[in-house]
């Protein structure tokens, strides 16, 4: 069974500082997703990344991928409140077929003024 | 254009009830997933459909059932409701079967009493 992890679960920051959330999971999987939920809201999609050694930016985000080490960073630099909210990533099942992802336990960001 | 929509948004229903959940793709997308959110958790992946039949199904008992109709929307029921089954339930719909990235609707709060 795929397994998901995510740490840190929860994470205060102050505006303007640098933070990395971490995401490992279990078995081979070619394509790892980045959400972001606000309270009460549904998913947004931010990263979608396909191969091993991927890397894309949106602003303060940047996550990577590593499917040798099972592990993909979301970074955060110079935090603002807007950033607040919690974070997902969630993997599929490989093979190139998205019918199930299986999600971490999310991130909830606090960025403090 | 309009993403997906689902309905109710928010819902409550006694012990015992049967719900039933709808959800209208992103117009052109012929695969319809259900997740499962509940609060302080990351979605559960429920049933996945593609061209009206099922493809995948998740760890979840029979009393969750779905379907999906000639025009791609998606019902999702649930029958002899419990109070471990409020959550949140999130409908996505993707393109097509693999190498699709998923879009998520807004979500329908159901609260079971």
């Known amino acids: 069974e795929l397994k998901v992890e995510q740490n840190p679960l929860f994470l205060s920051m102050q505006e303007g500082k640098n933070y990395t959330i971490y995401c490992n999971y279990s078995?081979?999987?070619?394509?790892l997703y980045w959400y972001r939920q606000d309270p009460g809201k549904s998913l947004e999609s931010l990263f979608v990344?396909?191969?091993?050694?991927a890397v894309k930016q949106e602003g303060r985000l940047m996550a990577s991928l590593d499917t040798k080490a099972r592990l993909s960073t979301l970074h955060i630099t110079a935090a603002v409140h807007d950033l607040s909210a919690t974070y997902f990533c969630?993997?599929?099942?490989?093979?190139?077929?998205?019918?199930?992802?299986?999600f971490g336990k999310g991130t909830l960001l606090t960025v403090n003024p | 254009d309009a993403g997906v929509t689902q309905s109710p948004t928010h819902l409550i229903k006694t012990r015992g009830q049967q719900v039933t959940l709808r959800c209208s793709p992103i117009?052109?997308?012929?695969?319809v997933s259900w997740y499962q959110q509940v609060l302080g958790q990351g979605p559960q992946f429920i049933f996945q459909?593609?061209?009206?039949?099922?493809?995948g199904r998740g760890n979840f008992p029979d009393r969750f059932s779905a379907r999906q109709f000639p025009n791609y929307s998606s019902e999702l029921n649930v029958n002899a409701l419990l109070l471990g089954d409020s959550a949140l339930y999130l409908c996505?719909?993707?393109?097509?079967?693999?190498?699709?990235?998923?879009?998520f609707g807004q979500g329908t709060r159901l609260t079971v009493v």
């Open positions: 117009s052109g997308h012929k695969s």
């Open positions: 459909y593609y061209e009206k039949e099922e493809r």
């Open positions: 996505a719909s993707s393109p097509g079967w693999v190498n699709t990235e998923a879009f």
């Open positions: 969630a993997v599929d099942m490989g093979g190139g077929s998205n019918y199930k992802l299986t």
């Open positions: 078995t081979t999987s070619d394509r």
């Open positions: 990344l396909l191969s091993n050694g």
